[in-house]
């Protein structure tokens, strides 16, 4: 493994490229903000609206795709308040116990907004299926609802002619991953590698009737050519901590006193249930870098820590995976703890990992010390 100078990113991230220097693409792209004339992207985003504003009252402007998360709040808070749109909020619903404060995010973002909301709710008995298998086979546990994620929006963007669809950040060009270009154009979104495409035949193969898996193949070129999906991140410049400040203010909840998760280093980013988190952890076994690195080189890129201080938390943090993201993944599957660790286990890239005298996962000692002081 190899790791930025800057951050904390590893060259395993999939699809994430360094400079000469051993620099990784997210901390140049950040550089690159510096030099925007953010006023003027602003000025793009008030005309952008102003082409699909609708005249007629009650009518919808635009599509937001939400979570309820602190994100969700401020994408709404500026399409509706700055802006003067009239969105119309979609959001996905996963399988997992909900958190406290999940519940009351969502019911949050519309009181505080004045929004409708569409939830849609995937088919649970595929999920079940489709989620233990792609477990097992890929180490991708979430493949299901995160794909319904991706294509749910475009397809009721385009049932509903609402061409203007608006997601938060672009995270090829944020974080490093396919298509790391700065565009305003989230149209190629759904193939930016998050949840590939599989055969659909091979889900059959695993159990689940063909017309049980409706949505899940990425939509036409036709269909996608009628929308204008964009990324927030391409007009206003992406600080999910500010973000978090600011949903606060407009009554967004932390999990501050509900759950102080093992495997994080805060408590506001991706807190709406606890099964659902195992999908991004799931890039530990598989590539030795997880939640920790992913915000401890978010944050070092935002000033809040020094590199040495995101290194120690992704030591401490990393590999920690909660139980309750366990627990309640294995609930929903019917999976027994035992035959989870049993696959997990076999998942490992043992070019990455050795297991230790207390039959511990770990990186190898290499990987750590490559990680604390990086060699290009």
Same mark, same amino acid.
């Given at each position: 493994?190899k790791f930025c100078?800057k951050?904390?990113m590893?060259?395993?991230?999939?699809?994430?490229?360094?400079d000469?220097?051993g620099?990784?693409?997210?901390?140049?792209?950040n550089?690159?903000?510096k030099?925007v004339d953010w006023?003027?992207r602003?000025k793009?985003?008030?005309?952008l609206?102003?082409?699909y504003?609708?005249?007629?009252n009650g009518?919808y402007?635009?599509?937001?795709?939400?979570s309820?998360?602190?994100d969700?709040?401020?994408?709404?808070?500026?399409?509706?308040e700055?802006m003067?749109m009239n969105?119309?909020l979609i959001?996905?619903?996963?399988?997992f116990?909900?958190?406290?404060?999940?519940?009351?995010?969502?019911?949050n973002?519309?009181?505080?907004?004045g929004?409708?909301?569409?939830s849609?709710?995937?088919n649970?008995r595929?999920a079940?299926?489709?989620s233990?298998?792609?477990?097992?086979?890929?180490?991708?546990p979430?493949w299901?609802?995160?794909r319904?994620?991706?294509? @749910? &929006?475009?397809?009721?963007a385009?049932? #509903?002619?609402? /061409?203007?669809? !608006?997601y938060g $950040?672009?995270?090829s060009?944020?974080?490093?991953?396919?298509?790391?270009?700065e565009?305003?154009?989230?149209?190629?979104?759904?193939?930016n590698?998050?949840?590939p495409?599989v055969?659909?035949e091979?889900l059959?193969e695993?159990? @689940? &009737?063909?017309?049980e898996?409706?949505? #899940?193949?990425? /939509?036409?070129r !036709?269909?996608? $050519?009628k929308?204008?999906?964009?990324y927030?991140?391409y007009?206003?410049e992406?600080?999910?901590?500010?973000?978090?400040?600011?949903?606060?203010?407009r009554?967004?909840?932390?999990?501050?006193h509900?759950?102080?998760?093992?495997n994080?280093?805060?408590?506001?980013?991706?807190?709406d249930?606890y099964?659902?988190?195992?999908?991004?952890?799931?890039?530990?076994?598989?590539?030795?870098?997880?939640?920790?690195?992913?915000y401890g080189a978010?944050?070092?890129?935002?000033g809040?820590l020094?590199?040495?201080?995101?290194?120690?938390?992704?030591?401490?943090?990393?590999h920690?995976v909660d139980?309750k993201?366990?627990?309640d993944?294995?609930?929903?599957?019917g999976?027994?703890?035992e035959e989870f660790?049993?696959a997990?286990?076999?998942?490992?890239?043992k070019?990455l990992?050795?297991v230790?005298a207390l039959?511990?996962w770990?990186?190898?000692q290499?990987?750590?010390?490559?990680?604390r002081?990086?060699?290009?």
């Amino acid at each position: 493994m190899k790791f930025c100078k800057k951050c904390i990113m590893p060259d395993t991230r999939p699809h994430i490229s360094f400079d000469k220097d051993g620099v990784c693409i997210a901390c140049q792209n950040n550089e690159k903000k510096k030099s925007v004339d953010w006023d003027l992207r602003y000025k793009e985003l008030e005309k952008l609206c102003d082409k699909y504003r609708r005249k007629e009252n009650g009518v919808y402007d635009c599509i937001i795709a939400v979570s309820g998360g602190k994100d969700s709040h401020y994408q709404v808070h500026v399409m509706k308040e700055q802006m003067g749109m009239n969105p119309l909020l979609i959001t996905v619903e996963d399988f997992f116990t909900m958190t406290e404060a999940g519940k009351h995010n969502i019911q949050n973002i519309s009181e505080a907004f004045g929004c409708n909301i569409i939830s849609f709710k995937p088919n649970r008995r595929a999920a079940k299926v489709i989620s233990r298998y792609m477990f097992e086979k890929y180490g991708r546990p979430l493949w299901y609802v995160d794909r319904l994620l991706y294509t @749910v &929006p475009l397809y009721y963007a385009a049932a #509903l002619n609402i /061409p203007l669809l !608006v997601y938060g $950040e672009n995270v090829s060009y944020e974080y490093g991953g396919i298509n790391d270009i700065e565009t305003y154009s989230a149209r190629e979104q759904v193939f930016n590698g998050v949840a590939p495409d599989v055969d659909l035949e091979e889900l059959v193969e695993a159990g @689940v &009737p063909r017309d049980e898996l409706t949505y #899940l193949e990425a /939509p036409s070129r !036709v269909l996608l $050519e009628k929308l204008d999906p964009i990324y927030m991140s391409y007009f206003l410049e992406w600080n999910s901590v500010r973000n978090y400040e600011f949903a606060k203010r407009r009554g967004f909840k932390d999990l501050t006193h509900e759950w102080d998760r093992t495997n994080h280093i805060e408590n506001f980013n991706q807190i709406d249930s606890y099964g659902y988190l195992l999908n991004a952890w799931m890039k530990f076994p598989k590539y030795g870098h997880a939640y920790a690195t992913d915000y401890g080189a978010r944050w070092v890129r935002y000033g809040l820590l020094t590199r040495e201080e995101a290194v120690k938390l992704a030591e401490e943090r990393d590999h920690a995976v909660d139980p309750k993201i366990i627990e309640d993944f294995c609930n929903f599957t019917g999976m027994t703890i035992e035959e989870f660790y049993n696959a997990l286990d076999k998942l490992y890239n043992k070019d990455l990992f050795e297991v230790n005298a207390l039959g511990q996962w770990r990186l190898k000692q290499e990987n750590i010390e490559e990680r604390r002081n990086p060699h290009w």
